[in-house]
């Protein structure tokens, strides 16, 4: 079903005035699902024609894409994408600062911790004491990760745990802001064992506080990088201080597609959405500007890895993950982040007259429009 743009307004006006109990027929699912098709072929179809731009363009056996020097390409995502998966250890419910990007806006107070000496791996509370009986039954991931939210708020009850990981000959890495971190604390990390540190420097504005952090880092951690959602404001502060950031010597920069979830959607009411595989909801420009910021990467020779982390390459990720552990073919945790569809952030881009579906055809009698009854 090639649904028009503008039969898919009108359908999808209807929609966002639904309550929430009630439901959408077998019918609307397939006015629905054609009007997420239709938007994600044109938003495809105008992706395909960026990367038809970017000469050096280079995969990681089919499952992401990046440009650059491959040798800098982040071990962290290797794992991920290759390997037995990003096992994510968690410690730090707290956050100095508060990004409209983030996953956890407005609700920052209101993170329950973890718990007082405890991590969380796997969805497992842990004592440090427990490590060692952990390793000695499971089989070790290729790389683990620290996340949620700043650890740097506490980073000292970090060293130790690094440190077994780290002898256990498991690669780690770290994701942080940045602000708070000290030339002190950066080399403790790096005497505990850390692989790899990634700064989201969009989270400050690429502040020259962490942009010096960066060059810090690297002193002495082996890979250093940043990894931030792309957004306007991060591609225009990016080049203001790219000369800056290139002194520091980092090898890699992680583009990640912003997706957006019920606590940071409103930030970005009135953008042009899209629903990718019926999963992940991004702004479309998200997408676009990395693929802008690689094209420019690739004809300046940016001696770095310059990775498009993007909603493909999370779908990736969970189907390589799914695999390692055995689960059943086609298996995967990628899904929609939304209890109910919120069909009102997908008006905008269905008023864009710059935003064209590829094909459309008339919709059968039974699916007009008119059979609406307001």
Known sequence: MKISKSDALIWFDFFSQLSEDEEVSVKHEEIIYATFAQIEAAVDHRNDRLMSEIKGLK?????????GNESKFPLGCRSCLLGTGLSAIRKTNKCNLECKFCYNYGELDAIHPVGEGLWEIGGTK???????LLLSIQQKPTGISYVYLEPFMEIEKYYTIIKKFSDAQIHQHLYTNGTLATEETLKALGEA??????????????????????????????????????????????????????????????????????????????????????????????????????KIAEEENWDLAIHDCSNYTKFARGLNLSSKEGMWFGASNYACEFSMIPYEIFIPILNDDSFQFLNEEELPDDYKPEIIDF
């Not at 420097?201 to 002193?219: P, T």
């Open 193 to 294: 064992g850390l692989d790899e540190i990634r700064f989201n420097l969009g989270a400050s504005n690429c502040s020259d506080k962490v942009i010096g952090n960066i060059g810090l880092a690297k002193k002495y951690i082996k890979s250093v990088g940043i990894e931030t959602p792309m957004t306007p404001e991060f591609f225009e502060a990016f080049f203001k201080k790219k000369q800056a950031i290139f002194e520091t010597k980092l090898d890699f920069i992680n583009c990640a597609e912003l997706h957006l979830n019920e606590n940071n959607i409103g930030n970005y009411y009135g953008e042009n959405m899209y629903i990718s595989r019926h999963g992940y909801i991004s702004p479309i420009w998200s997408r676009e500007l990395t693929l802008k910021f690689m």
């Open 126 to 132: 842990f004592y440090e004491k427990d490590i060692d």
């Open 59 to 67: 995969t990681l056996e089919n499952r992401t894409i990046f440009v």
